[in-house]
């Protein structure tokens, strides 16, 4: 059963909304860990939470699981009001990562598979399928302690998505991989998206949701202090003009803002409201002689810290991926 009974604006947003948070705050005697969180997923989207460590990611992934309940506020997962009714539909890779180590690989994935409700021998023929796609074939009958630290956390991956869950939720995944391990998992996540999953990451590194999320909620202090696509973070800010002229001086100057920093004939400004026409126009007309000139949207670094301040982005990159 969906939760999706009913029609009308609701029903359809439940249908859509792969998960919709309203106010949720989590207090841990003074400590209040998240703050009035609202979010929405899309469904089959791939949705960022983005913030320092301690800013409440994690709790609030857990109070979207139902594995905490908030204070207050409430939220609706895959259409069900209880997280925990739609628990078959979600695979879930918490931050504290851990195995079984006499466990065989294959075992390993398939008990995660049945904890999610599927069949153990179901469960065993996909872990077969998962680790011969994922490189790791030779290891399905080995135990998880003769694994190195990376592909013991693949397994742990593999046993998250065995049960092909709606609902992918995935906590700080890309911590403890190496360049290699992260490249794949980021295919691996594209691909559920695209084959009509839902995944939703926490990350404290800018670079994984900028490459990954269509959306993203940046976090703060336990406060969302931004939520909504990737694109509309990023216009927040002017794209940046970068030119180098010919000529030092000359009419074109007055087209170039005030305060524009410069060395020699090098030229950087925010690019002016009326646009890149108006610009060109002015400096060709007014003959600056253009030797070289880039016009570049802001990344998500430059709208983070926008957004969120220096201090969260400073707290962000304490961490750099390995
Ligand atoms: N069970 C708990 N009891 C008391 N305080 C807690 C508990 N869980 C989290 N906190 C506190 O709540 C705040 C948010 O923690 P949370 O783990 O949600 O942050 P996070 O953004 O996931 O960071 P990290 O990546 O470091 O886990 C922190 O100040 C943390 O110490």
């Known amino acids: 059963m969906d939760g999706l009974s009913g029609q009308g604006p609701a029903a359809a947003d439940r249908a859509d909304t792969a998960i919709r948070a309203i106010g949720l705050i989590k207090d841990f005697g003074d400590t209040r860990a998240v703050d009035g969180v609202s979010l929405a997923v899309p469904r ?9 460590n301690g800013a409440g990611k994690t709790t609030t992934l857990r109070m979207l699981l139902g594995i905490i309940d908030p204070s207050s506020g409430s939220r ?3 259409g069900h009001d209880r997280p925990i009714d739609a628990a078959p539909q979600i695979g ?7 195995l079984y180590p006499a466990m065989h690989c294959r075992e390993a994935i398939a008990f995660m598979g049945a904890l999610r409700g599927l069949s153990l021998p179901e469960g065993r023929r996909r872990a077969d399928a998962l680790l ?3 490189g790791l074939g030779e290891w399905a009958r080995k135990p ?8 013991a956390q693949t397994v742990q991956l593999l046993g998250t998505i065995v049960h092909q869950p709606r609902l992918i939720v995935l906590d700080e995944p890309f911590s403890g991989l190496d360049a290699i391990n992260q490249a794949r998992l980021e295919e691996m996540i594209r691909t559920k998206a695209r084959e009509g999953a839902t995944v939703i990451f926490s990350t404290h590194v800018i670079a994984h949701a900028e490459r990954l999320c269509e959306r993203i909620a940046i976090i703060a202090k336990g406060k969302v202090a931004f939520e ?18 010919r000529n030092a001086d000359g009419p074109w100057r007055s087209a170039i803002p005030a305060g524009t920093r410069t060395s020699g004939r090098d030229w950087e400004f925010e690019l002016p409201e009326s646009g890149p026409e108006p610009l060109l126009r002015a400096l060709i007309d007014g003959g600056a002689g253009i030797e070289t000139l880039a016009i570049e949207r802001p990344g998500l670094h430059d709208a ?7 201090a969260a982005a400073a707290a962000m990159k304490q961490e750099v991926p390995q």
Do not use: C, N
Request: glycine share 12%; charged share 25%; net charge positive.
């Open 304 to 310: 983070f810290v926008a957004i969120a301040g220096d």
């Open 92 to 98: 879930y890779l918490p931050e504290e990562r851990g």
């Open 44 to 52: 089959g989207t791939i949705y960022g939470l983005l913030g320092p």
């Open 132 to 134: 011969a796609e994922h």
């Open 228 to 245: 909504g696509a990737v694109d509309d973070a990023r216009a927040k800010l002017r794209p940046i003009v970068r030119l180098r002229t």
């Open 76 to 78: 609706v997962v895959l």
């Open 144 to 151: 998880i302690r003769t694994l190195s630290k990376g592909m």
